[in-house]
């Protein structure tokens, strides 16, 4: 019993802990939409389940709709060459000044948070994309390549938002799709 309770206790304190350790994720003050579309390059992200098929050479581009959502096209270079591309919506959160969109893509009943938290203000050459739970997280460019000095400037700014620099990888751009 005194087994459990120490568990139990460990596990509740390491809860505690986790939620205490980093605050909520604060997303850019607004986005201009009409600026921000167009084609983005994937230059970096945290692997996830959705793009395993992508090898390299990812895009999106962005497109505003006159009902006020955005529509997504996402493209991939696939390892047997081919290109693979997926249609969906962004939704813009109530509130949140066009800082944080809903996407859904095509055939899909889930929705995931597309949050932007770090812009390149002046000139939109550059996005950091994450969402609430820092499990997603995407660098952005509107060129296939970023300097040096610019991409080390975004990941440290993901790693002081709470994200890790360690599970950041590199897209590979081997074309201009």
Wanted: proline share 6%; glycine share 10%; with cysteine.
């Amino acid at each position: 019993m005194k087994a459990g309770f120490c568990l139990s206790a460990m596990l509740i304190t390491l809860a505690l802990a986790g939620c205490a350790s980093r605050p909520p994720l604060a997303t850019v003050p607004n986005v201009d939409l009409q600026r921000y579309a167009g084609r983005w390059f994937e230059i970096a992200k945290y692997p996830n389940w959705f793009q395993a098929g992508c090898v390299g050479d990812i895009s999106a581009e962005y497109t505003p709709q006159l009902d006020g959502r955005v529509e997504v096209v996402n493209r991939c270079r696939q390892k047997n060459g081919t290109f693979r591309e997926v249609r969906g919506y962004a939704t813009i959160v109530p509130g949140s000044h066009d800082s944080r969109l809903r996407v859904r893509f095509a055939g899909s009943p889930l929705a995931g948070d597309y949050w932007i938290i770090g812009l390149d203000e002046k000139n939109y050459t550059w996005a950091l994309v994450g969402d609430p739970s820092r499990q997603f997280l995407w660098i952005l460019g509107r060129k296939p390549q970023m300097s040096a000095g610019a991409y080390s400037r975004i990941v440290a700014l993901a790693v002081k938002l709470g994200y890790s620099a360690e599970r950041i990888r590199a897209t590979a751009h081997t074309s201009n799709p």
